[in-house]
């Protein structure tokens, strides 16, 4: 398989969670818009970011695939405890129920005040299961995940004018993870904290 995942190409974006492991050993995951750029994987976090210490440090990650929104949504509302299994090649885990990942390592890396990238070359990937579309309440949740994650940088009437866009969707096109997720977003947006990824 040569590649994995939707948006393989040079400026397409591929929302994923991203495992790493802290100082201590301990698993840390975090949706973050991946890209290939030249064979490699472009991972850029914005600073502060535990993902970029980790990565600095370990100088290895695990690039998830997943259509289960709630992961994303959870990670902003303080739901982190997914199910993980150990890595094939890297020291670390992937989610259990990822459609497909890949296994990197730290290439090298550009450093930015706001925005450092890390380019990671692929060491080993799997795919699980078929990766069968998103319909519009999965990518509403997925935007409005990305929201959450820049409360302290949006003012507040685009977030709720964008919420209100989205919530069309989720209304129309929702299953029940797709709702669940929604309102975890919601009650985070309501008291407008933001993570670091």
């Known amino acids: 398989m040569g590649s ?13 969670i991203v495992t790493t492991l802290g ?4 698993p840390h995951m975090a949706p973050i818009g991946t890209r290939r750029r030249d064979g490699l994987y472009l991972i850029a976090p914005f600073r502060p970011s535990r993902t970029l210490d980790n990565l600095l440090l370990s100088r290895q990650a695990v690039i998830n695939y997943t259509d289960d929104v709630r992961v994303f949504a959870g990670f902003h509302t303080g739901r982190r405890d997914w199910p993980t299994v150990p890595a094939a090649v890297v020291q670390g885990v992937r ?4 459609l497909a990942h890949v296994e990197v390592e730290v290439a090298h890396w550009e450093d930015d005040e706001v925005r450092p990238r890390v380019y990671c070359r692929e ?7 078929a990766f069968r579309g998103f319909n519009r309440a999965q990518a509403a949740v997925i935007e409005a995940g990305i929201l959450v994650s820049r409360l302290r940088r949006l003012p507040a009437e685009k977030v709720a004018r964008e919420m209100d866009y989205l919530r069309i969707a989720v209304e129309k096109t929702a299953g029940p993870r797709e709702r669940e997720a929604w ?9 407008r904290p933001r993570e670091e990824t």
């Open 4 to 16: 994995v995942g939707p948006g393989c190409g040079r400026r397409v974006i591929s929302e994923t």
């Open 23 to 26: 100082a201590d050993g301990r």
């Open 183 to 191: 309102q975890w977003l919601e009650a985070r947006i309501a008291g």
């Open 95 to 98: 989610l259990a129920g990822a």
């Open 123 to 129: 060491l080993a990937h799997a795919t699980h299961a």
